[in-house]
């Protein structure tokens, strides 16, 4: 019993021993695996990480050529807008430089038309040189003091008022026309020859048209409407009684009706052969006093507020003693 038992326990012990020895070499085969498998996956990871990272370089590198073109482009396209924005600038100062050289030529050919013109109308006058100079200068005086009523401001801009002043000189060189027996006749016409020389007006507008005609034709230059204007209508008056057409109020260009009042001014304050030079107040009062029959009451209004003015041209540009000294009166 006791061999048996013996037997039995030295059985179990072998078997156990082996049971512990299998599962020794199975954990160490288990172990084995388990790090094999373990390195296969990382490898496969690695495998996968490495191509997505080679795919996102690719991916980058490309996306950097195409921000690359991009800016270059747009690189480009500015550098066009700006070369194009330097050309129109280019362009428009030498439009500006073309313009302003035009300007100043046609300046010039109005200048030297006037001035010519002018010329050609003194040496047929029997009035001086002074009358051509004072009268252009009240012109402008009572140009600039009437663009102040709000009435002419938009009439009488700064260009116009300059050419009012430029051709204030034209005024009577219809009396080109006129035969000397009449133009030189030291002392009152007759009523006969009054009447040729109230054709100066006409031939005046006349001679004007034919050049105006003629530079419009040769060079499309139009300076010489303002002339023509005041040549022909210089000596109408407003209640429409004057010469040569008789027209009345408004229907007398603006220029006519200051041209009038400048011209008279100045035949009161000289001498003629059948009158005295009159004082500078009696003047005034007289075209005070013909305002709205002879002459234009808003030009007169003016004309009141610049009469001082009017005197120190007249005074400064007097051709005789007698005249300065009825002037300083
Ligand atoms: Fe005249
Ligand atoms: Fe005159």
Redesign the pocket.
């Known amino acids: 019993m006791r061999i048996r038992t013996l037997l039995w326990g030295s059985y179990l012990v072998v078997v156990l021993a082996a049971l512990g020895l299998m599962a020794v070499l199975l954990k160490a085969a288990l172990e084995d695996v388990g790090e094999a498998n373990l390195q296969a996956g990382e490898e496969a990871v690695q495998g996968v990480v490495q191509a997505n990272y080679q795919i996102s370089e690719k991916v980058l590198s490309q996306l950097g050529e195409v921000v690359v073109e991009l800016k270059a482009l747009s690189l480009a396209r500015e550098l066009s807008l700006m070369l194009a924005g330097r050309e129109l600038e280019r362009q428009n100062e030498i439009l500006e430089i073309k313009v302003a050289e035009r300007t100043m030529e046609l300046a010039l050919t109005q200048d030297v038309t006037i001035h010519s013109l002018a010329s050609l109308a003194e040496t047929r006058d029997n009035e001086t040189g002074g009358h051509i100079l004072r009268t252009q200068r009240y012109v402008k005086t009572l140009a600039k003091k009437l663009a102040s009523n709000p009435k002419y401001a938009e009439a009488l801009d700064a260009r116009t008022i300059q050419l009012f002043y430029k051709c204030a000189p034209l005024?009577?060189i219809?009396?080109v026309g006129v035969p000397d027996a009449i133009l030189q006749k030291p002392g009152k016409l007759t009523d006969q020859e009054f009447a040729i020389m109230r054709t100066?007006?006409e031939l005046g507008y006349q001679a004007l048209l034919k050049a105006e005609q003629l530079l419009a034709a040769e060079s499309q230059l139009s300076f010489l409407s303002q002339a023509m204007d005041i040549a022909y209508t210089?000596?109408e008056k407003f209640n429409g009684t004057g010469y040569p057409r008789g027209l009345a109020g408004q229907d007398i260009p603006l220029s006519g009706r200051i041209m009038a009042v400048a011209?008279v001014y100045d035949a009161l304050i000289c001498k003629r052969v059948y009158k005295p030079p009159f004082t500078h107040e009696k003047a005034v009062a007289i075209i005070s006093g013909d305002a709205g029959t002879h002459f234009c009451p808003d030009v007169v209004a003016a004309f009141l507020e610049v009469r001082e003015e009017f005197r120190r041209i007249a005074l400064e540009l007097a051709d005789h003693e007698e005249e300065r000294q009825a002037l300083a009166k």
């Open positions: 005024h009577d219809g009396k100066h007006c210089h000596h011209d």
